[in-house]
């Protein structure tokens, strides 16, 4: 399976740019990952305070969903740098390497744009939230702008990663979808 292959991870080469971009997103991929252990702890905490000590919980419960779903949202570029997003390879593998190479800057491209949109309209909700200042309407009363701020952030590093993947396959530093011509 090609997924499996050394090529498992995007090349960077000896190119800056591609060099900095993969840093950050391993960055992202381990505050991914931290923040998925401290939502761990925090439901540690919550089961010993509701069910041990038969005590309430106030900020636990928000705490850890947004906490989820923030890793969620800043592990993106990490897992798209690994090419751990699910895909399915066959239809490349059939193509020529010409035409796999073409199929390879479109898929990137029309990401790239999704992606763009995306980080559009998440910044411009996350910047309603702060300018409102809005709170969650919980008794712990969050501010919003805080755990929406994962929105733009994470999507604008998987831009970042596109843009990377897309600048490598056309400097020919990365195989397009990380197969090798045979």
């Given amino acids: 399976m090609a997924g499996q292959s050394s090529a498992a991870v995007a090349n960077t080469g000896n190119n800056p740019f ?3 971009v993969a840093a950050i997103s391993t960055v992202a991929g381990w ?12 439901t540690c905490q919550m089961i010993v305070v509701r069910f041990v000590l038969n005590g309430s919980t106030i900020w636990q419960t928000e705490a ?5 779903v923030a890793a969620t949202l800043v592990g993106l570029p990490y897992v798209q740098r690994l090419r751990g997003h699910v895909n399915v390879d066959l239809f490349p593998l059939s193509l020529p390497p010409k035409a796999r190479f073409v199929l390879s800057i479109f898929t990137l491209s029309l990401s ?47 831009l970042l990663q596109l843009i990377a993947d897309l600048v490598a396959v056309i400097l020919k530093i990365d195989a397009p979808f990380g197969l090798e011509d045979a």
């Fill in 112 to 158: 790239s744009a999704i992606i763009a949109v995306m980080l559009y309209y998440g910044y411009e909700y996350w910047h309603f939230a702060w300018d409102r200042g809005w709170r969650s309407d919980t008794v712990w009363g969050v501010r919003l702008w805080i755990p929406y701020l994962s929105i733009p952030i994470g999507f604008g590093l998987l």
């Fill in 64 to 68: 850890v969903i947004y906490l989820v």
């Fill in 18 to 20: 591609l060099k900095a």
């Fill in 31 to 42: 505050c991914s990952a931290g923040m998925i252990v401290l939502a761990v702890g925090i």
